[in-house]
T-cell receptor, first 113, second 113 residues
Framework: GDSVTQMEGPVTLSEEAFLTINCTYT??????LFWYVQYPGEGLQLLLK?????DKGSNKGFEATYRKETTSFHLEKGSVQVSDSAVYFC????????????FGTGTSLTVIP | EPEVTQTPSHQVTQMGQEVILRCVPI?????FYWYRQILGQKVEFLVS????????KSEIFDDQFSVERPDGSNFTLKIRSTKLEDSAMYFC???????????FGPGTRLTVL
């Protein structure tokens, strides 16, 4: 069945460091891929998405490229800020299995000044 | 920007009691969802709802659960007789279309004692 495997956390980085959070997936069909972010005390917010192979999603300095050959959708940011501290969730939706979302376990990121 | 809202933010109940979690989806959206996240675990799909009926549900969504859209704006999740293992964060989501991005509410934390 469909699933998402996400890099375990927590991750602690200094401000301006480079961030990578790994995400790989298994899907029956041709999924759309998403990154959601959850700031403390808030809900899941869409950060970026990609709907087909080689698409790059980007938002707020974050990027992720849909790599079909490696079934990956790694999240990257060149220079993190304290305000990026949050939990990041990789997710997929796959029309072949309905429109439910499959989530990874979430990766907690703490950025220290 | 339109957003999904949920009430209450935190609900504490005794085992065996009924609870109703409430959600107001984005107003022009047509598809509605409930997910849950047990502490430390993945966000899991419960049910999707379209055109006043359940369109998909997971194995978790057993006879103890029901959903309803009682009026034009609210979308509710009822748990008839809560169990300790129902303690979790419950997220409501909505989307405009079947394959569209799902937008999530801030969640209701349910604690069953």
């Amino acid at each position: 069945g469909d699933s998402v495997t996400q890099m375990e956390g927590p991750v602690t980085l200094s401000e301006e460091a480079f961030l990578t959070i790994n995400c790989t997936y298994t899907a029956t069909g041709y999924p759309s891929l998403f990154w959601y972010v959850q700031y403390p005390g808030e809900g899941l917010q869409l950060l970026l998405k990609a709907t087909k192979a080689d698409d790059k999603g980007s938002n707020k300095g974050f990027e992720a490229t849909y790599r079909k050959e490696t079934t990956s959708f790694h999240l990257e940011k060149g220079s993190v800020q304290v305000s990026d501290s949050a939990v990041y969730f990789c997710a997929l939706s796959d029309q072949a299995t309905g429109n439910q979302f499959y989530f990874g376990t979430g990766t907690s990121l703490t950025v220290i000044p | 920007e339109p957003e999904v809202t949920q009430t209450p933010s935190h609900q504490v109940t005794q085992m065996g009691q009924e609870v109703i979690l409430r959600c107001v989806p984005i107003s022009n959206h047509l598809y509605f969802y409930w997910y849950r996240q047990i502490l430390g675990q993945k966000v899991e799909f419960l049910v999707s709802f379209y055109n006043n009926e359940i369109s998909e549900k997971s194995e978790i969504f057993d006879d103890q659960f029901s959903v309803e859209r009682p009026d034009g704006s609210n979308f509710t999740l009822k748990i008839r007789s809560t169990k300790l293992e129902d303690s979790a964060m419950y997220f409501c989501a909505s989307s405009l279309d079947y394959t569209d991005t799902q937008y999530f509410g801030p969640g209701t934390r349910l604690t069953v004692l």
